[in-house]
T-cell receptor, first 115, second 110 residues
Framework: DAGVIQSPRHEVTEMGQEVTLRCKPI?????LFWYRQTMMRGLELLIY????????DSGMPEDRFSAKMPNASFSTLKIQPSEPRDSAVYFC?????????????FGPGTRLTVT | AQRVTQPEKLLSVFKGAPVELKCNYS??????LFWYVQYSRQRLQLLLR??SRESIKGFTADLNKGETSFHLKKPFAQEEDSAMYYC????????????FGQGTELSVKP
C-alpha cells in the first residue's frame, strides 16, 4: 500500500495564481484531513471530511481557501488567489472512524512556495 | 478553549543524555493525548498514546491531569531520535479531530 498520496510534491507559483493540491487517501479510510505546517504556527488543521462530507472547516484561513472531496478516493485543496503568506507545507491525512480515529496516516506533503 | 502548547521549538542534547519534551494542554473534557513524530524525509506518524502506557523506542509519556501536561521522556537519547515531535489532543466532537501543538525539534548530538 502506497499510503496517502499527495501531488504535486512541490509547487512554486506567483502571487495571484490559483493553486490546486491533490490527495488520495488510504482505501477504506472514511476520514480525510488537510493540514498546513509552518515554522511559526506548527501544524494547523484546515478542514476535515467524513464520508466525503465536510465536517469542520473552522481552520480554513480565508475565503481564498476551498476544499472538496467528490468521492472517497480523491480530495482537493484550492487556493485562489494565492499570496506569499500561503507558503507552507500542506499535508493530507486519512484515518478510519470509530475507536481508532485518532491514528491518522499522513501523506508526504506538498511544499508550496508563492513568490 | 482547546489548545496544545509545546514551549520549546528546539531542544538540543548530547547522545546518552536524558530527554524531556514538554507538552501542556487545555481541554474541558477528558483528554486523550498522543505524540506524533516526523523523522527526516519520512512521514509524520503516531509514536505513542497515553492510554496504552507503553514504551515506544524507549520513550514514555505520562498524563498528569493536575498539571495538564503530557511530557515525552527518554532516559538516554540516541542520535536516531533526532526528529520533529508533535503533541496532539484528540477531540471527539463531530467524529474526532486532532489538535496539534507547534512541535519541538529534537537534535541529538554525538
Amino acid at each position: 500500500d502506497a499510503g496517502v498520496i499527495q501531488s504535486p510534491r512541490h509547487e512554486v507559483t506567483e502571487m495571484g495564481q490559483e493553486v490546486t493540491l491533490r490527495c488520495k487517501p488510504i482505501s477504506g479510510h472514511d476520514y480525510l484531513f488537510w493540514y498546513r505546517q509552518t515554522m511559526m504556527r506548527g501544524l494547523e488543521l484546515l478542514i476535515y471530511f467524513n464520508n466525503n462530507v465536510p465536517i469542520d472547516d473552522s481552520g480554513m484561513p480565508e475565503d481564498r481557501f476551498s476544499a472538496k472531496m467528490p468521492n472517497a478516493s480523491f480530495s482537493t485543496l484550492k487556493i485562489q488567489p494565492s499570496e506569499p503568506r500561503d507558503s507552507a507545507v500542506y499535508f493530507c491525512a486519512s484515518s478510519l472512524g470509530g475507536a481508532n480515529s485518532y491514528e491518522q496516516y499522513f501523506g508526504p506533503g506538498t511544499r508550496l512556495t508563492v513568490t | 478553549a482547546q489548545r496544545v502548547t509545546q514551549p520549546e521549538k528546539l531542544l538540543s542534547v548530547f547522545k546518552g543524555a536524558p530527554v524531556e519534551l514538554k507538552c501542556n494542554y487545555s481541554y474541558s473534557g477528558s483528554p486523550e493525548l498522543f505524540w506524533y513524530v516526523q523523522y527526516s524525509r519520512q512521514r509524520l506518524q503516531l509514536l505513542l498514546r497515553h492510554i496504552s502506557r507503553e514504551s515506544i523506542k524507549g520513550f514514555t509519556a505520562d498524563l498528569n491531569k493536575g498539571e495538564t501536561s503530557f511530557h515525552l521522556k527518554k532516559p538516554f537519547a540516541q542520535e536516531e531520535d533526532s526528529a520533529m515531535y508533535y503533541c496532539a489532543l484528540f477531540i471527539y466532537n463531530q467524529g474526532g479531530k486532532l489538535i496539534f501543538g507547534q512541535g519541538t525539534e529534537l537534535s541529538v548530538k554525538p
